[in-house]
């Protein structure tokens, strides 16, 4: 066949996907009055943060992932590969069990994405639940796209486990972790195994006391990602102040902190409505 029409080299996309570094935005998932996820201002969300993130990242926790219809997830999605202008696009994938992951997996990569963000596996009633390397490993074997680990265990209740998240950062497949355990040691010690893939802070709060990190997710950078991405490439204090103060006066810390930074969108009309997804 002719080279234009040739597959692309999944090996190629996966080392490509691995440098990946900076700023990764975990967009919000902005709705109308009917709970429809509003085109109009997804597009203008990214406008505004074209050029001051390196990635995107639809439908993680900061998006209501765990909340979406598949209707609206796959709105979402759409929608963030229409308007990414390039850049990586990683869905989210917050559902608590292989078989609903790998179906969000093959829906993804039919909407353009280029990767998936998994958690770890979420309790289940009834049935065992497999360790975190089992789960990551049956994923990564039937994936269509890379994986992204979205290391966390406020929802998933996993113990923290450094061996183990190092054992599935090197997984083939695997093309970062974004490390929201919520404990600076733990990163201290992830980023002390020499992982083969780029660690990501998961906490505002944490930025500077992990100064190895590779980047930064976090929700913020919806609102500022211009002093998010300063505050990942130099890790002083100075800037850390600086991000305590915006995720205070944004109230980042809430359980609904998605809403809040809605709120703050909605007041400088980047986006129609401050309404949760549902």
């Not at 009917?34 to 406008?47: F, G, I, P, T, Y």
């Not at 990551?136 to 183990?164: Q, T």
């Not at 930025?207 to 490439?233: H, K, R, S, W, Y």
Request: glycine residues 8%; negative net charge; aromatic residues 6%.
């Amino acid at each position: 066949m002719p080279p234009s029409e040739a597959p692309a080299d999944p090996f190629a996309a996966v080392e490509r996907l691995k440098r990946l570094s900076g700023v990764v935005v975990p967009l919000v998932t902005p709705v109308d009055e009917q709970r429809k996820v509003c085109a109009s201002s997804v597009a203008r969300l990214m406008a505004d943060l074209r050029g001051r993130v390196t990635g995107y990242m639809p439908a993680l926790s900061t998006g209501e992932g765990w909340k979406l219809s598949l209707k609206q997830w796959i709105d979402i999605v759409h929608l963030t590969v229409e308007h990414a202008d390039g850049a990586p696009v990683l869905a989210g994938v917050e559902v608590g069990r292989p078989a609903g992951i790998l179906a969000r997996a093959a829906l993804a990569e039919a909407l353009g994405a280029d990767a998936i963000v998994v958690p770890p596996p979420f309790p289940a009633s009834g049935t065992p639940r497999p360790t975190l390397v089992e789960h990551f490993r049956e994923i990564i074997a039937k994936s269509p796209l890379p994986v992204f680990v979205y290391h966390e265990n406020a929802v998933s209740k996993m113990d923290l486990d450094v061996a183990a998240l190092r054992e599935v950062c090197a997984l083939p497949g695997v093309i970062g972790v974004k490390e929201s355990s919520g404990d600076a040691q733990f990163t201290k010690e992830l980023l002390a195994e020499a992982v083969p893939v780029p660690v990501f802070q998961g906490w505002e709060h944490q930025i500077a006391d992990v100064p190895g990190v590779q980047g930064f997710v976090g929700p913020l950078a919806n609102l500022e990602p211009d002093t998010c991405a300063e505050a990942v490439t130099s890790f002083s204090r100075v800037s850390q102040e600086r991000i305590n103060e915006l995720s205070e006066r944004y109230d980042l810390l809430a359980d609904d902190w998605y809403l809040h930074v809605k709120t703050e969108l909605a007041r400088r009309g980047v986006i129609g409505t401050a309404l949760a997804v549902g």
